[in-house]
């Protein structure tokens, strides 16, 4: 999958972000990718808001992780974790944050300047590149979605066949 949109306002792109929530399933992993101010905590409120979570959405400039208690269409509680690894250094600083626990969670799992993971991204996972157009308010937004590759095993090699 891979959509492009054009947004012309904040609201346009919270609405954007709120649309995109609905195919969101518990586990999920959205990087977010794009240069400094391009709208990529906006994209996380519009997200938070269609899981109804209340608390208050910020880049966390100082906090890498921000933790959001939202409800899904099914009323059952819902966690969203807000990574933002913008002055992340070394990966260390997100081994020790537990990263298991939002990657292969049943929350759902937002991060910012997501390129610095390298490896540690998970194949799964949707992407979402913001990026600057020609004028003050718009953005090309770029949602793609990834998957593991299934790479059929010949059955030659397959556990428990001679
Ligand atoms: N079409 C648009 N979509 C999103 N934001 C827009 C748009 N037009 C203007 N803006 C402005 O761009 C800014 C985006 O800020 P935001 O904090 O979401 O960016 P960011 O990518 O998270 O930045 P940072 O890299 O610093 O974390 C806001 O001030 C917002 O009002
Ligand atoms: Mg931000």
């Not at 101010?37 to 906006?42: M, P, S």
């Not at 759902?108 to 020609?134: F, M």
Request: glycine share 8%; aromatic share 10%; hydrophobic share 35%.
């Amino acid at each position: 999958m891979r959509e492009e949109h054009w947004t012309s306002s904040e609201q346009e792109t919270r609405a954007l972000a709120r649309a995109f929530a609905g195919q969101l399933q518990r586990g999920d992993v959205v990087a977010l990718v794009g240069e400094l101010g391009t709208g990529k905590t906006l994209f996380v409120k519009g997200v938070c808001e269609a899981f109804r979570a209340q608390q208050h959405v910020s880049s966390p400039s100082f906090i890498i992780l921000n933790r959001y208690e939202g409800k899904d269409q099914s009323d059952r509680e819902l966690l969203i974790h807000h990574l933002d690894l913008y002055r992340v250094k070394s990966l260390d600083e997100i081994y020790d944050l537990g990263y298991e626990e939002f990657f292969y969670g049943d929350g759902i799992t937002l991060i910012e300047w997501a390129e610095q993971l390298g490896d540690l991204l998970p194949s799964k996972r949707y992407e979402v590149h913001l990026s600057y157009g020609e004028f003050d308010s718009h953005r090309r937004i770029v949602i793609e979605s990834f998957r593991t590759p299934l790479v059929p095993v010949p059955s030659e090699k397959r556990a428990g066949t001679p």
